[in-house]
């Protein structure tokens, strides 16, 4: 289930500040306070998700195009055309790594990157 008082659900009622990078009415994007980068950006729907299997099983098609889409714009925002490279990926599920169970993506560049096993 659901919790609307973890740290993302927070930030986006604005309780909590951030680091804006883009906002709009479905997402927003933030620096994460913690970057395992040189840029690290938190990307998060504003809908109630735990994660992306919750997501793209609950969202409509058109706000799941619109979030997918968002990240490219927003790395164009960073600066990454694509030649620099960069990374996006989430974590489903504790055992994965997922500490706040809001669904949400991490844009990571500026750093040589290794293969994920």
């Known amino acids: 289930m659901y919790d609307s008082n973890n740290v993302f659900a927070k ?3 604005g309780e909590i500040p951030s680091k804006k990078v883009y906002e709009d009415d479905k997402v927003l ?3 994460d306070v913690a970057p395992a980068a040189p840029t690290h950006v938190l ?3 504003k809908g109630e998700y735990g994660d992306y ?3 793209i099983s609950k969202a409509s098609p058109q706000d799941v195009l619109h979030y ?3 990240i490219k714009e927003i790395a164009r ?3 990454f055309s694509g030649n620099e490279g960069f990374r996006i990926c989430s ?3 504790a055992k994965a790594g997922q500490t706040v169970f809001h669904f949400h993506t991490h844009i990571l560049g500026g750093a040589q990157f290794g293969e994920v096993v």
């Open 68 to 70: 997918f889409t968002t």
């Open 29 to 31: 994007a933030f620096y």
């Open 43 to 45: 990307v998060i729907p």
């Open 53 to 55: 299997i919750d997501f």
């Open 11 to 13: 930030i986006i009622r």
């Open 91 to 93: 974590n489903i599920g």
């Open 77 to 79: 925002i960073l600066g």
